[in-house]
């Protein structure tokens, strides 16, 4: 994305916030303004959650130094406020340090500021809910010229960029003094930074397109390290969340190491079974060919059953007795034995109807299905022919 948003935040919350909505492709400015106070950032926060935004601080509220170290270990990052705790008027518990990358073998670039400053930028900020990619100082926003040394007019303030990275500023109504003894320090005469006539600024914003057109913070010392540093909500929640979910993974590893113990063994015992029954069926059904041997096992007992319990036309006789020794008025002329269809044909005589009809309720009790076929009155006495059979 070639757009960007520039913040320049002020030394205290009462302060005014300029900012810059800049095209870097177009070279131009697509809108710029300025805020009451800190506490106005928020109208600020759509166009700086959709874009990359940047903020700036005044150079004349942290001292750029450098220090010599022999590595960029921690241990050596962690002596750099006692390296320089003489040349500072604060005690070094107050003070924030930050560092960039080597500019030559051994010399490491310093920002110091205090830490109340730097708690009021970042408190701004996240009430705010604006994400910033770096916080760096205005002056060291300018990109390195090499032999050059840059001068630039922001606001009440004058920014001197030096060739090597140095960074400083000074109040503009002193900017002829100052300005002389850093030329004679740094033996060069200063290029003014003016604006190009297709990026000119109303008089509240000076500056800060000429910081747009020069933007580069490759050099420059990003003051959110250590307590301050950015941090990615996503990735603290996941963080928060590690150690949970390597416990759960671990008890979802141990969970299906168990389940599958148990398939395991379930799988013996099924094997067992099926040997179990293998053998208990050759030694029941000799000879027999095992396709489905609960089904064929069953079978065989029904089988056993029925030749056990005798033929059928004598178990259907058997229950029907008792129908007749309860009434001597009944009588049987002639009996058949229907096989197919499991039933006993009785011719009978009896003295009424209603000793037929009491038959076929001790029949029905016996769980038997007793049904008159015909019937004939003749002489005082009933002639009929029943079938019965079991009910199914």
């Given at each position: 994305?070639?757009?960007?948003?520039?913040?320049?935040?002020?030394?205290?919350?009462?302060?005014?916030?300029?900012?810059?909505?800049?095209?870097d492709a177009q070279?131009?400015?697509?809108?710029?303004?300025?805020?009451?106070?800190?506490?106005?950032?928020?109208?600020?926060?759509?166009?700086?959650?959709?874009?990359?935004?940047?903020?700036?601080?005044?150079?004349?509220?942290?001292?750029?130094?450098?220090?010599?170290?022999?590595?960029?270990?921690?241990?050596?990052?962690?002596?750099?406020?006692?390296?320089?705790?003489?040349?500072?008027?604060?005690?070094?518990?107050?003070?924030?340090?930050?560092?960039?990358?080597?500019?030559?073998?051994?010399?490491?670039?310093?920002?110091?500021?205090?830490?109340?400053?730097?708690?009021?930028?970042?408190?701004?900020?996240?009430?705010?809910?604006?994400?910033?990619?770096?916080?760096?100082?205005?002056?060291?926003?300018?990109?390195?010229?090499?032999?050059?040394?840059?001068?630039?007019?922001?606001?009440?303030?004058?920014?001197?960029?030096g060739p090597e990275?140095?960074?400083?500023?000074?109040?503009?109504?002193?900017?002829?003094?100052?300005?002389?003894?850093?030329?004679?320090?740094?033996?060069?005469?200063?290029?003014?930074?003016?604006?190009?006539?297709?990026?000119?600024?109303?008089?509240?914003?000076?500056?800060?397109?000429?910081?747009?057109?020069?933007?580069?913070?490759?050099?420059?010392?990003?003051?959110?390290?250590?307590?301050?540093?950015?941090?990615?909500?996503?990735?603290?929640?996941?963080?928060?969340?590690?150690?949970?979910?390597?416990?759960?993974?671990?008890?979802?590893?141990?969970?299906?190491?168990?389940?599958?113990?148990?398939?395991?063994?379930?799988?013996?015992?099924?094997?067992?079974?099926?040997?179990?029954?293998?053998?208990?069926?050759?030694?029941?059904?000799?000879?027999?060919?095992?396709?489905?041997?609960?089904?064929?096992?069953?079978?065989?007992?029904?089988?056993?059953?029925?030749?056990?319990?005798?033929?059928?036309?004598?178990?259907?006789?058997?229950?029907?007795?008792?129908?007749?020794?309860?009434?001597?008025?009944?009588?049987?002329?002639?009996?058949?034995?229907?096989?197919?269809?499991?039933?006993?044909?009785?011719?009978?005589?009896?003295?009424?109807?209603?000793?037929?009809?009491?038959?076929?309720?001790?029949?029905?009790?016996?769980?038997?299905?007793?049904?008159?076929?015909?019937?004939?009155?003749?002489?005082?006495?009933?002639?009929?022919?029943?079938?019965?059979?079991?009910?199914?």
């Amino acid at each position: 994305m070639s757009e960007r948003l520039l913040l320049k935040l002020g030394s205290s919350a009462e302060q005014p916030v300029h900012w810059l909505h800049w095209d870097d492709a177009q070279r131009q400015v697509l809108d710029q303004g300025q805020l009451g106070a800190l506490s106005d950032l928020s109208q600020l926060t759509p166009l700086a959650i959709r874009i990359p935004c940047y903020a700036l601080v005044s150079n004349a509220a942290v001292l750029t130094t450098e220090v010599q170290l022999p590595n960029n270990s921690r241990a050596a990052r962690e002596a750099i406020p006692y390296q320089l705790e003489e040349q500072l008027c604060e005690e070094i518990e107050k003070l924030h340090f930050a560092t960039a990358d080597a500019v030559a073998p051994g010399r490491y670039p310093v920002a110091v500021v205090a830490r109340s400053l730097m708690d009021l930028w970042q408190q701004g900020l996240l009430a705010a809910g604006i994400p910033i990619q770096k916080l760096c100082v205005d002056a060291q926003s300018i990109a390195l010229v090499s032999g050059q040394l840059q001068q630039l007019q922001l606001l009440d303030q004058t920014l001197i960029r030096g060739p090597e990275g140095e960074s400083f500023s000074f109040s503009s109504d002193q900017a002829e003094s100052w300005l002389t003894l850093a030329e004679n320090q740094l033996g060069q005469n200063a290029v003014a930074l003016d604006q190009t006539a297709a990026a000119t600024e109303p008089p509240i914003n000076t500056g800060l397109t000429t910081l747009a057109e020069r933007f580069n913070l490759d050099t420059a010392i990003d003051l959110l390290q250590g307590n301050y540093k950015l941090r990615d909500p996503v990735k603290q929640l996941l963080r928060a969340w590690k150690l949970p979910a390597v416990l759960l993974c671990l008890m979802m590893a141990l969970e299906g190491g168990q389940l599958l113990w148990q398939q395991q063994l379930l799988e013996q015992q099924k094997q067992q079974l099926e040997q179990q029954i293998s053998a208990l069926f050759s030694a029941t059904l000799p000879g027999s060919r095992k396709v489905n041997p609960a089904a064929q096992l069953n079978n065989e007992l029904k089988q056993l059953a029925q030749r056990n319990r005798g033929s059928e036309f004598l178990g259907l006789l058997q229950k029907s007795l008792p129908g007749f020794t309860q009434d001597p008025s009944l009588s049987i002329q002639d009996l058949a034995y229907q096989a197919q269809a499991q039933s006993l044909i009785l011719e009978l005589e009896a003295d009424s109807h209603g000793a037929l009809e009491r038959l076929i309720e001790t029949l029905s009790q016996q769980g038997l299905v007793a049904q008159i076929q015909r019937s004939r009155q003749q002489n005082g006495q009933v002639s009929a022919q029943i079938s019965i059979k079991e009910v199914l």
